[in-house]
């Protein structure tokens, strides 16, 4: 039997500081009962340092899952992640995104059997980004519409994300345009069906490879539920320069081919 129902599985490269305050964002969380589950896609021994530090001083359950760096290669350390994961439900995020402290419970309260949940995130500026300290982090005031605006962010209508609740929440959650997917920095679901579709194509490079995945589950019918207005995390700033024309154009073909054929499982996913 698991030894916890959930495990959180991170994302990372190279990004230590940022990592940092996502783990103090975890230490916040009023449920308590998950593992962290790092799935690091070759960084170096700084990020290395900073896991084993907060393994030593903090009461997070963490694993460190890496592998050599050999380009972006996220797919293959996320099925790494899912196998060594030990919880019955996955949620999976970025080591830039901070979690609300109720990050954990709203996936946990909101979960359903055949579904899986679609967040979403608030993005930050550099500036920002690098102001918050964790006494920030620790008081939530980084979550905080007023103490955001007071940094300079400017007000806007996805400001809804930190400051809905109740009847708003489930409203704008229901009613809003943008499609429910597998987005990699905020999404859930149970491992058993992560594992019916044979996790992520590890074909797949930078651009369109968590949805992928997504979108097989949705063919094996697996439903995708909104829950961007209740699943808050805030997205510290990074540059996005993966990508090439030919990683997107054979990501582009994958995923075409997946809805044209309904295809449900990858020959090139956890089991080979």
């Not at 305050?21 to 009962?33: A, C, H, P, R, S």
């Not at 550099?126 to 300290?133: G, Y």
């Not at 929440?169 to 992560?194: Q, V």
Request: glycine share 6%; with cysteine; net charge neutral.
């Amino acid at each position: 039997m698991p030894t916890t129902s959930t495990s959180v599985i991170i994302s990372t490269y190279n990004q230590p500081e940022w990592l940092r305050k996502v783990l103090i964002g975890y230490e916040q969380q009023t449920l308590k009962d998950f593992e962290i589950v790092i799935a690091d896609d070759g960084s170096t021994v700084e990020t290395k340092n900073l896991i084993e530090a907060f393994e030593h001083d903090s009461e997070l359950k963490i694993k460190h899952i890496w592998q050599e760096d050999d380009g972006f290669q996220k797919t293959k350390i996320l099925n790494k992640a899912i196998l060594a994961s030990e919880g019955e439900y996955l949620i999976f995020t970025d080591g830039d995104c901070i979690p609300r402290n109720d990050f954990v419970y709203k996936h946990n309260s909101l979960k359903k059997a055949n579904h899986f949940l679609s967040g979403g995130y608030f993005k930050l500026p550099l500036s920002i980004s690098q102001e918050i300290t964790k006494e920030d982090i620790v008081q939530q005031f980084c979550f905080d519409k007023n103490w955001l605006v007071q940094k300079g962010m400017k007000p806007s209508f996805k400001m809804n994300k930190l400051t809905s609740t109740g009847l708003k929440e489930w409203a704008l959650n229901i009613f809003t345009p943008t499609k429910a997917t597998w987005d990699g920095m905020n999404a859930s679901g149970f491992k058993k069906d992560i594992l019916s579709v044979n996790g992520f194509d590890e074909r797949m490079q930078y651009g369109g490879e968590d949805r992928e995945m997504g979108e097989r589950l949705m063919n094996k019918g697996v439903n995708a539920t909104q829950i961007r207005y209740s699943a808050v995390c805030i997205h510290l700033h990074h540059e996005r320069g993966y990508a090439t024309e030919e990683q997107k154009s054979r990501n582009q073909d994958i995923r075409k081919q997946t809805k044209l054929q309904k295809k449900v499982w990858t020959e090139f996913g956890i089991d080979k």
